[in-house]
């Protein structure tokens, strides 16, 4: 080859390997700087384990020596007998804020049952609270290391800055996206998809820390620009940030008034009837501005169905069970909150059509139970006074079992505050009332 076009393929050579290394480079730096201060802390530590893992696997057993020779041992000089190679795994590193997770290939001798015998040695090296081996398929091991459990963690709300201050906007999210309620035991994100799920159910006593699950749900739904959120709240503790922006609000302690907004929702369902001779469907599923998604949240439900007004009660309870029999396929998704989700609270007609449930704190495990009939068979429970607020057990979206779930941290301060924002660019809807309008009490 001629020394010029050597030069060339050298230098062409050279020019990829310094654009990898600077796109390289890009992507780290991409990383740690959209990465939150705890995320950083485990990149570290995914570094360091890393760096020290074919000093550590050997030790730990999870390596194999290879006599093969290499090509230099078999052709080179044979003065001294070749020493086998130490053979360890390749390791794959992802950090988030609650620790590391560590994918590994199994070797020959050393597969699961080698990673489960290291455990306690992996736990200490890497410095961790925790770790736990798994096999998700054939030849690959994962590690999943908490140097922090996800159910003490409390972690702000994406929609907030470090501050607290709002990080989104009026109109930044549609039906479809996946709204962040929190994270699993094991550092899974517990997310809602409005569009794609159907009726709930969330239950939890006083202090319980449903008013911060409560606060997320209400807070994606006023955020998304197909969607129209409905709210009926007899104690104003759900409603009232909301109360200028909502569709439809309700803070009546009599029943009658939130039946006529539940009449309206049965008629607005009669009336997108025709679409499923248009769309030659049994369900809408596509939702827009001029055809939004209807959520409907009726907080301390019990308050309505256990009225001691009959006849009122008997008319919402009708109301009520229509929409939950039938709402969904027309757009329509009810959230009904309650601190104890008896059967005089909510008749079983209408439980059973709550598919979604998110249970915090309860008094008994009967009011578990009504929630998580199987409960008895689960290895968690909802009856215990020793669960911290914030701490639920959820079953949403396709989730075979439910999980505990500690729900991210969105104050009712900040609700106010992305409220001001809505009004602000003009989706006001109507004033506060009266005797709490903020703007005559400045």
Known sequence: ??????????????????????????????RWYRADGETRISLRQARRIRWGWKRLAPMLGLAVKDATPTVLQQY???????KPRVLAPRLHTS??????????DALPQVGLSAWQDAAEGLRDAWGMRRIRISQPKPGVITARGFRREPLEAVIRSPLLHADGSPACRPGQFVSTDDALLGWGEDGTPV?????YSAHALIAGVTRAGKSITVNTLLTYASLMRDVRLIVIDPNLGAVAPWWRTAY???DSIHPDEPTEILRWVREEMQRRERLFWSGRTDRITAFSPELPLIVLVIDEVANYTRHPDRKARERFEAELLAIASQGAKFGIRLWLLTQKPSSDVLTTAVRTNLSARICHRVDTTEDFLHLFPDGRELDITA??????????IASVGDMRT?????????PTEACWQINDLMCTEGLQIRELPDHINLDKSA
């Open 95 to 104: 950090a988030d804020p609650f620790g590391v997770t560590v994918t590994a």
């Open 191 to 195: 997310v809602l998809n409005l569009a």
């Open 248 to 250: 439809k609000v309700s």
């Open 76 to 82: 080179g000089p044979q003065e001294q007998p070749s």
């Open 1 to 30: 080859m001629p020394t010029s076009a050597l030069g060339l393929v050298l230098f062409v050579v050279v020019c990829l390997g310094v654009a990898g290394l600077l796109g390289w480079g890009g992507f780290c730096f991409v």
């Open 383 to 392: 009856a215990d006074r020793e669960m911290p607020p914030g701490v639920s």
């Open 402 to 410: 439910p999980v505990r779930l500690r729900s991210v941290y969105l």
